[in-house]
């Protein structure tokens, strides 16, 4: 387990420390990477699985209950995920720098200033929960699809606010390091939602209800399990000294930040969500709806292995600005994005091989399957993308760059991307396939950009532009903040 113990950050001057041969310097720098990362990508890739469980026990209930479900999750709940990601990312940006410049005390006034913002922003979220049917006949679904969507929707209104609570909690141990615990209850959650699936779906008999609220069973056991952890582990003990009324204060600068991180995300995440939804206008919606939401479940495990090397890139990025070592930053960036390009690469042709056997788990209808298979071409190429992407939005929220990525979105996504998708899938008929182009031309253009951005930034800068924001976050320790 690493903790606070286990970090030393040091002054400027190790910048100027002769480093030993580049090999010795790389294996050294993966090793930190894969100390965080190892843990964290099985933290990210369980919790996704709770989704994913519940959307196969509803796709063994048929066609309808797992276009119901795949839609929920997608137009419901994807929505609120990516508000609710993006505003837990500044918790990423201000905890990581933070912990590196050893402002302890900081990280639990931080944490608990975004579980105040997410807990309120779950109260309006939950509105479109309890309206889900119209809202998805608002966006032209089908209505029998929308009925079913609506109904697995309504059994999701208590994980919202569990998911509110818990995405700081886990943000706020990943920047001290502290990451293995999160994974052994993670794993843990994992196995027992399964057995809570089956009993609710069943043995109960509740169906599609069942499968969302026993999810919703699932993330609260998840969240208090972590916050238990956070309250009594000793690994904790100077960053969290308990509730206290210095989180209902200087609310509006962490406001900002979690604004334009939530922006950011969003951006990225409604992207590859909005397709899947218009996937639910073409002809055959049932088979172009099952088809893509199966294949971008296959994306979305693969980004979770991404997402959890993008945390841990998150993670280092932001400590070593935080401690004021510029090149330890930029080397660690160059290191993980190399890395994660051969993992993609690696993964991508699994996909390919595998291509026949996709559909299986979710379906049992031939001619969904025989649509997955068809789409793993396309599939392979985004989880190839994914090998940048990801981790260099990783690496702008431990940098705070998260305004700046706003727009590269905005333009890259819906500018470029979405009509693209579009045009490809209606107006050229080349239905799902043609959604799925775009979204590969949005993710493309997206990427090119961060990696000429991230290749020209200058890191003593954003040594300085780290060291202002702690002391923005900590006015009481202004003498002291940038001699960490």
Same mark, same amino acid.
Request: with cysteine; proline share 3%; charged share 10%.
């Given at each position: 387990?690493?903790?606070?113990?286990?970090?030393?950050?040091? !002054?400027?001057?190790?910048? %100027?420390?002769?480093?030993?041969?580049?090999?010795?310097?790389?294996?050294?720098?993966?090793?930190?990477?894969?100390?965080?990362?190892?843990?964290?990508?099985?933290?990210?890739? #369980?919790?996704?699985?709770?989704?994913?469980?519940?959307?196969?026990?509803?796709?063994?209930?048929?066609?309808?209950?797992?276009?119901?479900?795949?839609?929920?999750?997608?137009?419901?709940?994807? #929505?609120?995920?990516? =508000?609710?990601?993006?505003?837990?990312?500044?918790?990423?940006?201000?905890?990581?720098?933070?912990?590196?410049?050893?402002?302890?005390?900081?990280?639990?006034?931080?944490?608990?200033?975004?579980?105040?913002?997410?807990?309120?922003?779950?109260?309006?979220?939950?509105?479109?929960?309890?309206? %889900?049917?119209?809202?998805?006949?608002?966006?032209?679904?089908?209505? %029998?699809?929308?009925?079913?969507?609506?109904?697995?929707?309504?059994?999701?209104?208590?994980?919202?606010?569990? #998911?509110?609570?818990?995405?700081?909690?886990?943000?706020?141990?990943?920047?001290?390091? =502290?990451? @293995?615990?999160?994974?052994?209850? $993670?794993?843990?959650?994992?196995?027992?939602?399964?057995?809570?699936?089956?009993?609710?779906?069943?043995?109960?008999?509740?169906?599609?209800?069942?499968?969302?609220?026993?999810?919703?069973?699932?993330?609260?056991?998840?969240?208090?399990?972590?916050?238990?952890?956070?309250?009594?582990?000793? $690994?904790?003990?100077?960053?969290?000294?308990?509730?206290?009324?210095?989180?209902?204060?200087?609310?509006?600068? #962490?406001?900002?930040?979690?604004?334009?991180?939530?922006?950011?995300?969003?951006?990225?995440?409604?992207?590859?969500?909005?397709?899947?939804?218009?996937?639910?206008?073409?002809?055959?919606?049932?088979?172009?709806?099952? @088809?893509?939401?199966?294949?971008?479940?296959?994306?979305?495990?693969?980004?979770?292995?991404?997402?959890?090397?993008?945390? %841990?890139?998150?993670?280092?990025?932001?400590?070593?600005?935080?401690?004021?070592?510029?090149?330890?930053?930029?080397?660690?960036?160059?290191?993980?994005? !190399?890395?994660?390009?051969?993992? $993609?690469?690696?993964?991508?042709?699994?996909?390919?091989?595998?291509?026949?056997?996709?559909?299986?788990?979710?379906?049992?209808? @031939?001619?969904?399957?025989?649509?997955? &298979?068809?789409?793993?071409?396309?599939?392979? =190429?985004?989880?190839?993308?994914?090998?940048?992407?990801?981790?260099?939005?990783?690496?702008?929220?431990?940098?705070?760059?998260?305004?700046?990525?706003?727009?590269?979105?905005? =333009? &890259?996504?819906?500018?470029?991307?979405?009509?693209?998708?579009?045009?490809?899938?209606?107006?050229?008929?080349?239905?799902?396939?043609?959604?799925?182009?775009?979204?590969?031309?949005?993710?493309?253009?997206?990427?090119?950009?961060?990696?000429?951005?991230?290749?020209?930034?200058?890191?003593?800068?954003?040594?300085?532009?780290?060291?202002?924001?702690?002391?923005? $976050?900590?006015?009481?320790?202004?003498?002291?903040?940038?001699?960490?």
């Amino acid at each position: 387990m690493n903790g606070i113990n286990n970090h030393t950050p040091n !002054s400027a001057a190790e910048d %100027a420390i002769e480093w030993p041969d580049a090999s010795r310097r790389v294996l050294s720098e993966l090793r930190k990477l894969w100390l965080l990362s190892g843990p964290a990508i099985l933290v990210m890739l #369980f919790n996704f699985l709770l989704s994913v469980v519940s959307q196969m026990f509803a796709g063994h209930l048929g066609k309808l209950e797992l276009a119901g479900a795949c839609i929920a999750s997608v137009g419901i709940q994807g #929505f609120a995920y990516g =508000i609710l990601i993006g505003m837990a990312s500044a918790v990423q940006t201000l905890c990581g720098q933070a912990f590196g410049a050893q402002k302890y005390k900081m990280l639990g006034i931080i944490c608990q200033q975004s579980m105040l913002l997410m807990t309120a922003t779950a109260m309006l979220l939950s509105l479109l929960y309890a309206f %889900a049917e119209p809202a998805l006949h608002a966006i032209g679904q089908n209505k %029998a699809i929308a009925a079913q969507g609506a109904l697995f929707a309504r059994g999701l209104i208590p994980q919202l606010f569990a #998911f509110a609570l818990s995405c700081p909690l886990q943000r706020f141990l990943l920047a001290q390091n =502290i990451v @293995s615990p999160l994974a052994y209850i $993670s794993i843990a959650t994992f196995l027992l939602h399964v057995l809570l699936s089956w009993l609710a779906v069943y043995k109960l008999g509740l169906g599609l209800l069942g499968a969302s609220l026993s999810l919703s069973l699932s993330w609260w056991i998840l969240t208090i399990a972590t916050l238990l952890y956070v309250v009594w582990s000793p $690994s904790c003990k100077d960053t969290w000294t308990g509730f206290s009324w210095k989180a209902f204060t200087e609310l509006w600068p #962490f406001f900002k930040l979690s604004m334009a991180s939530a922006v950011m995300l969003c951006l990225e995440i409604w992207y590859s969500q909005s397709l899947v939804l218009i996937s639910g206008l073409l002809p055959n919606p049932e088979i172009a709806l099952d @088809s893509l939401s199966i294949c971008m479940n296959y994306l979305n495990w693969d980004m979770q292995v991404m997402l959890g090397i993008s945390a %841990a890139a998150c993670t280092r990025v932001g400590n070593e600005l935080g401690a004021r070592r510029a090149k330890a930053a930029s080397f660690s960036v160059a290191v993980v994005v !190399s890395t994660s390009i051969i993992i $993609s690469l690696l993964l991508a042709i699994v996909i390919l091989a595998l291509h026949k056997c996709l559909g299986h788990p979710f379906t049992s209808s @031939s001619e969904v399957m025989r649509a997955v &298979s068809s789409m793993t071409p396309l599939l392979a =190429i985004s989880v190839f993308l994914n090998g940048a992407q990801p981790i260099l939005s990783g690496v702008a929220i431990g940098c705070g760059w998260q305004k700046f990525v706003a727009y590269v979105n905005l =333009i &890259s996504y819906y500018i470029v991307g979405l009509p693209a998708g579009i045009m490809l899938g209606f107006v050229a008929k080349s239905g799902a396939k043609g959604i799925w182009w775009g979204m590969i031309i949005g993710v493309g253009l997206q990427t090119l950009i961060l990696i000429i951005f991230t290749a020209r930034t200058n890191w003593n800068k954003e040594v300085e532009d780290a060291a202002k924001r702690v002391k923005l $976050s900590s006015k009481e320790e202004v003498g002291s903040s940038t001699n960490g």
